[in-house]
């Protein structure tokens, strides 16, 4: 996984918000509950960012790393040592794995193998892979490998399980600058690819923004067709629509929707960096082949990195659901149910749910179950061969028959020890297990937490030796405003009243000076609507 190319080395500044849970939200309550089963699959490869391909029960597993989170070091960060060297064949069926080394192949197409966060995405029997960051010796250097591979998925397969000696007649590469990029996503609309995102990435990874790398967003949507005759493939009627604000992303989720209008599309979800500041984005942008909708109106705020992801649409209500498996996250709700921000993104267990419903308003909702553990990052969700699906692959909700009916599987991605290690040096790793994924029919309270944060406060400077700055949203009038400083235990230190104030935006100043040092919590409280900030005074 290619998490954070800059950071900024502060300390980290944490902003409680209070959590609103509804019960009279106006979007209806799925019916279905998840439950995650670790399945034991005897010598299954630790990986993380990886491309992947299905044939029947058979998974081809490519590409990516076995180690966890990049070293902080430059020198010790993306080390050639942790790139996967071998193509595995993963049966969950029957537990049972295969693999092959890479050194039958072409030295460009062992390299760009060996390369983590590929785009991919498979199409019939071929897997398309797409760029990819890592060491090449034959450069002598970390780079975004400027080539498109296609991949035969069932015939190498075979080969594998065969233990070919040969597995290069299975492989056609195009060499393309176009085609370099890495940590962007790569899908299908129709007979298209769309190619979303992501950046060029050339040099050694350098956390300071030493001059050792260079890097540049493609701040893209590319479209265009793969003709493939014989064994040379080509790019066709190539287009590009470019924003620099709401395409500048990457390591984010990309996810296949039906929309209201009940045609195909995508949903980029969060990814970094938004332009002003190093954390990521938290409104989606949706695709169709008419081009690109951002929707600064709603905020996602659970799962921000790229994890395991799935798409479900229910027919009958026209509800498109986005489930997101842990990974990363500027936000997570802590033992109180209160939503935490950290401004260094940690590792999160958090399993969230935004649904689209037929008005094409979203909501992000909390799900009670959890990941096992800090873990999802980097990790993908293959569906199970049997599950029907529309032709994008999102699930048909109301077509699953049963119960329980096995959705598929979450394998790989980073298992970290704590929330927060990239500037420790605490390793974490990649992860090896097999998560069956299992969806329950369910009419009962799931115990669901909807997310909001609809006063929108920034308390600054923070720190602070008194004096605020508050800036806060009132969604509609209140007949009271007030202002209190808590202390951490509980104890009120000062109040202060604003009084009535209309809807929209507000700007406030406040001297507080007198108060203890220390970690003290700002609480703005309008009408039924509360929101609490942590501020470290000086």
Partial sequence: MMNPLKFKNLLVAFTAIFLLVSSDSFFAQPTFNLQLIPQPIPNAPALQSYAYGTWGDDWLLLGGRVDGLHQRQPFAAFDEASQNARIYVLNPVLAQVWSAPLSSLPVAIAEQ???????????DSTLYLIGGYGYSPTAADHLTHPQLLAVQIPQIIHAIKQAEPNLAPYFQMLTDDRMAVTGGQLELLGEQFYLVGGQRFDGRYNPMNHPTFVQEYTDQVRIFDISQKGDTLALEHYRAWTDANHLHRRDYNLVPQIFPNGQPGLSIF????????????????DIDTGGYTPRPGFKQYLNHYHCATAALFQASTSDMHSIFFGGMAQYFLDTSGNLVQDANVPFVN??????????GELEEVKLPVEMPGLTGAGAEFILHPNVPVYANGVVKLDEL???S?????????????????FFTNIPSTAEAVVYAVWLQRSTSNQQEVVVQNPLGMLVSPNPTTGDLLINYNLPEASSTVRIRIWSASGQMLGEFDEGEQTAGPHFLKLEATGMPKGFLLVNIVAGTQQQTQKVLFE
């Avoid at 193998?113 to 199409?123: K, Y």
């Fill in 350 to 359: 958090t399993i969230a749910r935004v649904t689209r419903d037929a008005k």
């Fill in 401 to 403: 028959d049963g119960d």
């Fill in 405 to 421: 009916v096995l959705l598929g599987y979450i394998f790989g991605g980073i298992r970290s020890p704590q929330a927060n290690i």
């Fill in 113 to 123: 193998l060996r390369a983590t966060n590929l785009e991919f995405v498979q199409r």
């Fill in 270 to 285: 969060s990814g970094v960096f938004q332009l002003a500041e190093d954390i990521p984005w938290l409104y989606p942008v």
